[in-house]
């Protein structure tokens, strides 16, 4: 056993699951019985109160906003101050890019990583036993034989801060805990193969790196690209305005010590950090996620003062799912990683140890691990009653989901602004647009969402390990 799978049995709930409270059960199994005891309303009652599972929805909902809107509101003020990196204090980073079966990607990804205003000590292409012609393009990219299995290559000759390693197929978080003994950076940047860091991306990574040292692990701004299809440039839209609000509240909840989630798309950890906890969680469909609970969790025992951080002037395109099957693959993925980890690490739901992370974070965690059936059964009821001619219940429900409509679109024009003035990017968020989508997601893509959400529950009580593979098409 290496010095990571020491650490990982060591400090992985998973492997070694701490004792958990009366208040974390409470909690969790409180949602449950919450939602139940709203639904049987819709059976006992003909006003408004038969749709409390609706109500407490749009309250729930409600109440983040106000949250968001209230942590986030520094980001007005925004100071755009343009910092230089300080290149005697200069860190090293190195970048790991896994890939498994991505071959019409492969380039344009690598390109971006060589087009970078300040290179990378290191680019490691890690491919997880690829079994379509990744082989072939790296070769004539790389000018590289093809390396033997479970060997890095020489660097190339043509990009001498890229290797190749090629690897037996055993998912993304192995393929990352096998590459990380080859890479000695300071810094470990996790690329997707689908991911176009922008040019300043290393620069900039540094630069905040440098002038926050508390951070052990951060993400970028994420710009979603869908295949130029009809289906794919409407899910492009609204993932677009989505993506914008998620990392708002991302920054709300940086700002709060609380934020979990790092987009392994494009992350950035201090190395000593990542293998002090063991590297990635194989067994965890999102271990991206995952590795972030477990690196708090080791600050507060250790009594570090680690931080997690979201970097508004890093930003990369990333391909997203661009079918409504590939989009709900994606979504089910997500939410079931998502309730994976929440079960691993319950512990710290309610719990003051780990401050405000356990005491506001973690439960507001637990409420979202039923909130997409909470949306789904709002939306069956209003259908029911819509089919039954309850009208005056129906019109009673559009009137709260409309007055919803016109509150989500003052906060989706509100998260517009604050983006543009936090990241400077402009051309992928008009105002027009989010508020037109602010008033078709709750009859659309929110129900897909929920969907795809609630597939999750299925995913992850029937304990599959699958994640459903995206189609890649040359753009």
């Known amino acids: ?72 509101f520094p980001l007005f003020f925004k100071n755009k101050k343009v910092t230089e990196l300080n290149s005697t204090q200069n860190v090293s980073l190195g970048i790991i890019v896994p890939a498994f079966n991505e071959a019409p990607v492969l380039v344009r990804t690598l390109k971006s990583l060589i087009n970078q205003s300040i290179p ?29 299995l479970g060997q890095i290559s020489a660097p190339s000759p043509l990009f001498p801060n890229i290797y190749w390693l090629r690897l037996p197929h055993a998912g993304k978080a192995n393929t990352l805990n096998q590459t990380l ?46 295949y130029p299809s009809k289906k794919g440039k409407v899910l492009e839209f609204f993932q677009r305005y989505e993506y914008i609000r998620n990392f708002i509240s991302r920054y709300s909840w940086m700002r709060v010590d609380s934020l979990l989630l790092i987009s392994g798309a494009l992350a950035v950890f201090k190395r ?79 719990n003051p140890k780990f401050k405000l992370l356990g005491l506001i974070m973690m ?13 789904l059964s709002a939306f069956a009821l209003l259908v029911w009653y819509l089919l039954s001619h309850q009208l005056t219940l129906v019109v009673g429900i559009l009137s709260i989901m409309l007055t919803k409509a016109l509150f989500d679109s003052i906060y989706h024009l509100w998260s517009v602004l604050l983006y543009r003035r936090w990241t400077g990017l ?14 078709l997601e709750p009859f659309s893509f929110q129900l897909l969402r929920h969907l795809g959400s609630s597939l999750g529950w299925v995913h992850f009580m029937t304990g599959q390990r699958q994640w459903g593979k995206e189609l890649r098409r040359q753009s």
């Not at 690196?295 to 508004?312: D, F, K, N």
């Open 363 to 375: 439960p507001i965690k637990t409420f979202d691990t039923h909130q997409p059936v909470y949306g």
């Open 272 to 350: 000593e950090a990542l293998v002090s906890v063991g590297g990635f969680d194989p067994e965890c469909l999102v271990e991206d996620y995952e590795v972030i609970h477990r690196l708090h969790r080791y600050s507060i025992e250790h009594q570090l003062p680690w931080q997690t951080a979201v970097m508004g002037r890093v930003h990369a395109l990333t391909s997203s799912p661009s079918s409504l099957r590939s989009f709900l693959k994606q979504r089910r993925r997500w939410f079931a990683g998502f309730l994976q980890t929440q079960h691993w690490n319950r512990d710290m739901i309610g």
């Open 120 to 148: 990378a000590q290191k680019i490691i292409l890690a491919d997880d036993g690829s079994s379509d012609h990744s082989s072939r393009v790296l070769k004539a990219f790389l000018q590289l034989e093809i390396p033997q």
């Open 426 to 439: 402009r051309h992928t968020s008009a105002f027009a647009f989010a508020l037109m989508s602010s008033f």
């Open 1 to 72: 056993m290496n010095q990571l799978d020491i650490a990982f049995h060591r400090y992985s709930p998973r492997v070694l699951p701490r004792p958990t409270s009366l208040v974390s059960y409470f909690l969790t199994f409180g949602v449950t019985v919450l939602w139940l005891g709203l639904l049987s309303r819709a059976f006992a009652f003909h006003s408004l109160l038969a749709w409390s599972a609706g109500i407490v929805y749009v309250g729930y909902d409600t109440f983040l906003i106000v949250f968001i809107t209230l942590t986030s």
């Open 181 to 226: 003994p080859h890479l000695y950076t300071d810094l470990i940047m996790t690329v997707d193969a689908d991911t176009r860091l922008d040019t300043e991306a290393i620069k900039e990574t540094k630069i905040y790196f440098q002038h926050h040292a508390k951070v052990v692990a951060a993400t970028g701004i994420l710009t979603p690209q869908c």
